[in-house]
């Protein structure tokens, strides 16, 4: 979009995906396949992020005024979006309303999260890690072949203290039951994660209830 070329350029993004970057609807060299068109036609998956509360609120609408617009509104795959915006913006009624709408529509959000912001503020609004958005479009795009199963998994270390200083412990980092996690989870399960102390971030969608001893 044009706001978009304010922040990062054009050519950049080229350099670094090592693809045609679009831009205008209304290229003459496009005109024969309609490059929007196209493109939501060959997506198997639409990821908006960063997403304005100015997109958001197109896309409610049906407005389709730009190349971004017109592929949302024109694309039958799958759509993410990753909110990022001012605090006050993102908890305004309008933007409530927005969201609510596209979810309806089967739009899916993830974020946004709550940190600094770059308009200085502090609060929800922060636009998500790549990790977690790409953590959460394999989820949508997963078969959901388990619905309606509940999944228990434990993982990570216990921590059996001897006194109130030393304990004995284990050299588990979690990571095989944090990813079982995430697959039943894409998978459409109910999942539960019991989990010992572990620098691990639990996945979006799981109940996590961490401990400390076995018992």
């Known amino acids: ?21 679009t831009m205008n609807m209304f290229d003459p060299a496009d005109e024969i396949t309609v490059s929007h068109i196209a493109l939501a036609d060959k997506a198997d998956v639409l990821i908006v992020a960063p997403a304005t509360a100015n997109i958001i609120a197109k896309a409610a609408a ?35 309303r927005n969201v609510e709408v596209l979810q309806e529509r089967g739009v899916h ?8 912001l770059a308009c200085g503020y502090q609060g929800q609004g922060r636009l998500c890690e790549v990790e977690r958005i790409v ?20 993982a990570g270390p216990t921590r059996e ?5 030393r304990f004995v412990s284990n050299r588990s980092s979690g990571k095989m039951g944090f990813a079982l996690a995430r697959a039943a989870r894409n998978r459409g399960a109910r999942v539960t994660l019991i989990t010992g102390p572990t620098y691990l971030t639990p996945p979006d969608g799981v ?9």
């Open 1 to 21: 979009t044009a706001s978009a070329c304010e922040f990062v350029t054009p050519l950049s993004l080229q350099t670094l995906s090592g693809a045609p970057v």
């Open 135 to 154: 953590d959460f479009t394999e989820s949508v795009l997963c078969p959901k072949d388990m619905l309606g199963t509940k999944v228990v998994i434990a």
């Open 109 to 116: 959000f993830v974020g946004p999260e709550a940190g600094d």
């Open 62 to 96: 049906g407005i389709a005024d730009d190349t971004a617009s017109a592929i949302m509104l024109a694309c039958k795959a799958p759509i993410v979006i990753a909110p990022a915006m001012n605090v006050n913006m993102w908890n305004n009624a309008a933007t409530k």
């Open 207 to 215: 109940k996590c209830l961490r401990v400390g001893s076995a018992q």
């Open 161 to 165: 203290h001897i006194d109130p200083i």
